[in-house]
């Protein structure tokens, strides 16, 4: 079993420091009224189409996380403690364990600030100190952000077109 990871701090390109920590079962509410901040834009390329509401349900299938085969880290609102602002997440394919689907959200009024970046960055590290060799994310073309982000992260990758959405590839073994 991996190390539990505590609640850290990240700097943004601002200099804001924002608090980063694993997502908790308790974080049920504080997801739902995250992703009622998020514009339909943000919504639509994280999602791919509209996602009218996070219903309990499907909040605690995000936050009733075993830390392994499913693992998210969220940051903090550094003015409001109790507030989520961004959400970063793998889950391991069913078929091969050492590789996982990623995704990130980071609220609107955070965006282009180095969050998102900086969320990714964290579930890299403890995507690799769980065992995951590849993390794989499915892009909107038009989501030029993401695209930087994780081409930004200075590891293999590989870029390929899947039912018009860009699938990258992220190697993240130590010889990769």
């Known amino acids: 079993m991996s190390r539990p990871l505590s609640e850290h701090e990240v700097r943004l390109r601002d200099g804001t420091a924002v608090s980063v920590r694993p997502i908790r079962r308790e974080d049920t509410e504080a997801l739902r009224r995250f992703y009622g901040r998020l514009s339909e834009e943000?919504?639509?390329?994280?999602?791919?189409?509209?996602?009218?509401?996070?219903?309990?349900?499907?909040?605690?299938?995000?936050?009733?996380?075993?830390?392994?085969?499913?693992?998210?880290?969220?940051?903090?609102?550094?003015?409001?403690?109790?507030?989520?602002?961004?959400?970063?997440?793998?889950?391991?394919?069913?078929?091969?364990?050492?590789?996982?689907?990623?995704?990130?959200?980071?609220?609107?009024?955070?965006?282009?600030?180095?969050?998102?970046?900086?969320?990714?960055?964290?579930?890299v590290d403890e995507a690799r100190e769980r065992g995951v060799l590849c993390l794989h994310a499915l892009v909107l073309p038009e989501n030029r952000r993401m695209v930087r982000v994780l081409q930004g992260l200075g590891l293999p990758e590989l870029v390929r077109w899947q039912d018009g959405v860009e699938l990258f590839e992220i190697d993240l073994r130590p010889d990769g």
């Not at 390329?45 to 509209?50: N, Y």
């Not at 936050?63 to 970063?88: C, K, M, Q, S, Y």
């Not at 889950?91 to 009024?109: F, G, K, L, P």
């Open 42 to 123: 943000t919504i639509h390329q994280r999602f791919f189409g509209p996602y009218p509401e996070l219903d309990e349900e499907r909040a605690r299938y995000f936050t009733h996380l075993d830390g392994e085969r499913r693992f998210a880290l969220v940051a903090l609102d550094p003015e409001n403690p109790g507030e989520i602002i961004g959400v970063t997440r793998y889950d391991r394919d069913e078929d091969d364990q050492s590789r996982a689907e990623y995704a990130v959200v980071v609220e609107d009024a955070w965006q282009g600030r180095g969050l998102g970046t900086a969320l990714t960055r964290a579930i």
